[in-house]
C-alpha cells in the first residue's frame, strides 16, 4: 500500500487509481474489524481510467480495526446498532458526494461496493439514494431488513442495477442472507447478478474476476 491515507473528506480513504484524472469511480467499504488496506488487491484489478478509492469506516475497535457500526452476533443472527449504522451511511453518501465533485465524475460513472459490512454499507447508500450512484456490490454482505421504509421510490431505483457475491459455505453471513438480498433485489425491480462460490467468508479470486467484469459492462456503457 503506497497511497497515504487523506483525511480531507467526510471519512478517511487513500485513492488508488492510475490517473488523477479518472472517467469511472470504484469506492471500496471493507468490513468489520479491517480497514481500507484490505481491498487493496481488489483495486488492482481495476483499468488505469478508474479511480479506486479505499474508504476507511469512521468507527476505531483496535489498532487497524474500524467498523461501520457496532454489531453482535447470536442465536437469531446479527444484531446492528442501528442508530450507528445510519448516521454511517449518511455519512458516506456524503463521502461519495464529494469523491464526484473533485473527480469530475457523474453517478452514471461511479459504483459503491463493499466486503460484509461495508457491503451492508454499499447497499443501504444505493437503496436509499440511488441517484448517486450507477450500481452497487455486495460481497459477502446482506441488505439491512431494517432498510425497508428508506428504500427509494421505484421510479427512482429504476436505473440502479447491482452485483450479490457470496461464500456458498459462509459462516460469517449464511448463503440464505444473499439468497434474500436476491429476492428482495427482484421484487424491487433492480437489475442484479447474484453469484455463489465455493469457500467461506472471503473474497475469492473468482468472485474478484466476476465483479469487476460487472462493473467494467456498467461503468464502461
Known amino acids: 500500500m503506497t497511497a497515504a491515507l487523506r483525511t480531507d473528506r467526510e471519512l478517511p480513504y487513500r485513492y488508488l487509481g492510475a490517473t488523477a484524472t479518472p472517467r469511472r469511480l470504484l469506492v471500496l ?39 461501520w457500526f457496532p454489531v453482535e452476533f447470536g442465536p437469531q443472527g446479527p444484531r446492528p446498532d442501528l442508530a450507528a449504522a ?36 454499499s447497499a ?20 439491512l431488513p431494517e432498510l425497508a421504509p428508506m428504500i427509494a421510490a421505484p421510479d427512482a431505483l429504476r436505473g440502479l442495477q447491482g452485483f450479490v457475491g457470496h461464500g456458498r459455505d459462509d459462516t460469517k453471513l449464511t448463503l440464505d442472507w444473499a439468497q434474500r ?15 455463489v462460490y465455493p469457500g467461506d ?14 462493473f467494467d459492462g456498467l461503468t464502461r456503457a
Open 181 to 195: 438480498a436476491d429476492a428482495w433485489l427482484t421484487q424491487l425491480g433492480i437489475t442484479h447478478e447474484t453469484r
Open 29 to 67: 467499504a471493507h468490513g468489520v474489524g479491517g480497514n481500507e488496506t484490505n481491498l487493496a488487491g481488489l483495486a488492482t484489478r481495476a483499468a488505469d481510467d478508474v479511480g479506486v478509492v479505499l474508504v476507511r469506516a469512521p468507527l476505531t475497535l483496535g489498532p487497524g480495526q474500524h467498523a
Open 124 to 143: 443501504s447508500v444505493a437503496l436509499t439514494r440511488p441517484e448517486l450512484l450507477a450500481g452497487f456490490g455486495i460481497l459477502a454482505g446482506r441488505i
Open 201 to 214: 467468508h472471503g473474497l475469492p479470486d473468482d468472485m474478484q474476476a466476476d465483479f469487476m467484469r460487472w
Open 86 to 121: 445510519e448516521t454511517s451511511r449518511q455519512r458516506l453518501a456524503r463521502f461519495v458526494g464529494e469523491l464526484q465533485a473533485d473527480h469530475g465524475i457523474a453517478p452514471a460513472g461511479t459504483v459503491l461496493a463493499g466486503f460484509s459490512q461495508g457491503g451492508i454499507m
